[in-house]
């Protein structure tokens, strides 16, 4: 069974950096799109990075040259940069990934940033 799991949140102050990482385990054949989202209290998913495998990636304007994504395919992993942080950036995010034809959600990891 395919599972993503999402590591690396926590509480930072205002102009701080988290890396969030997500490693897909379980029998796997091909990862594709690789992707992260992010959920703040009251709010819509919002749709934050994409990568493809072969490493080409796109951003939503909230983070757009403020966080990276990248990845190791070697290690079924990708991961989210976050740099100058806002308030605003607080949420649950979640990676999400299109594994051997089905596409696969982790479970959620909380960033909070105080101002």
């Known amino acids: 069974q395919v599972q993503l799991v999402e590591s690396g949140g926590g509480s930072v102050q205002a102009g701080e950096s988290l890396r969030l990482s997500c490693a897909a385990s379980?029998?796997?054949?091909?990862?594709?799109?690789m992707d992260w989202y992010r959920q703040a209290p009251g709010k819509l998913r919002e749709y934050v990075a994409h990568i493809t495998r072969a490493g080409m990636t796109e951003y939503g304007d909230s983070v757009k040259d403020r966080f990276t994504i990248s990845r190791d395919n070697a290690k079924n992993t990708v991961y989210l940069q976050m740099s100058s942080l806002k308030p605003e950036d607080t949420a649950t995010y979640y990676c999400?990934?299109?594994?051997?034809?089905?596409?696969?959600w982790g479970q959620g990891t909380q960033v909070t940033v105080s101002a």
């Open positions: 999400a990934a299109a594994i051997d034809g089905h596409y696969y």
């Open positions: 379980g029998t796997i054949f091909n990862i594709n799109d």
